[in-house]
């Protein structure tokens, strides 16, 4: 039988293997040097930034450890605007230097909705890392701390990031076919 090509739905790739890995180290390097002591908790949003995550710890050369959060704020491609919390941290994070892990900053209600709600747990520190910006679309500004790249206000899939939860395997960041889109 013939493989059912993942690639095949892909129009464009926007960001490519060697660019991601590259943009990975630079800040893996960055945090390792501004948390040298710090012992920070790297808190992830499930599920788009896992493959990031899994990366970009690898670059961190200094000792960390991980939690993770789990909400719900798109179906397809349009914003419902409610943010539901799916599943909480399982550690306390009350005087702890937290690093928020993001895939990608939208319309930034996510991010800021997750923000509020850490911050009311006295954490020592909060700051944001985030691999895709999508500026143009940003409701409520939020400073993004780390940041990978900045991108045009395309729907992205690949490197954890879905469309209808599928493609996220693939390894590059990249732009659906058009006709995929429209089948919502
Ligand atoms: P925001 O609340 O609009 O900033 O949405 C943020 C969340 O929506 C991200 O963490 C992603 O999970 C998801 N999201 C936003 N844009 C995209 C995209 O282009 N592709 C895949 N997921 C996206
Ligand atoms: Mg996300």
């Known amino acids: 039988m013939r493989q059912v090509q993942l690639f095949d739905d892909i129009e464009k790739i926007l960001i490519n293997e060697a660019e991601l890995k590259e943009k990975v180290i630079e800040l893996g390097k960055k945090i390792s040097d501004d948390y040298n002591g710090l012992n ?3 808190v992830t949003v499930l599920r788009g930034s896992i493959i990031f995550l899994c990366d970009l710890i690898r670059e961190v050369k200094i000792p960390i450890s991980l ?9 397809g491609q349009s914003h419902t605007g409610v943010v539901r919390i799916i599943k909480d941290l399982d550690e306390n994070i009350e005087n702890k230097h937290v690093i928020l892990i993001e895939d990608i ?9 997750i923000l509020g709600m850490l911050r009311e747990r006295k954490p020592a520190s909060i700051k944001v ?12 500004d939020i400073a993004i701390d780390y940041k990978g790249f900045e991108i045009p206000d395309e729907f992205v899939v690949g490197y954890g990031m879905d469309y209808n939860q599928q493609y996220r395997n693939l390894p590059f960041i990249g732009i659906l076919k058009e006709e995929i889109l429209n089948q919502d």
């Open 67 to 75: 939690d993770f959060l789990s909400v719900s704020s798109y179906s």
């Open 129 to 140: 890392c985030a691999l895709l910006d999508k500026k143009v679309r940003r409701i409520i």
């Open 40 to 42: 920070p908790v790297f």
């Open 105 to 113: 900053i939208d319309t930034g209600l996510t991010l800021n909705y």
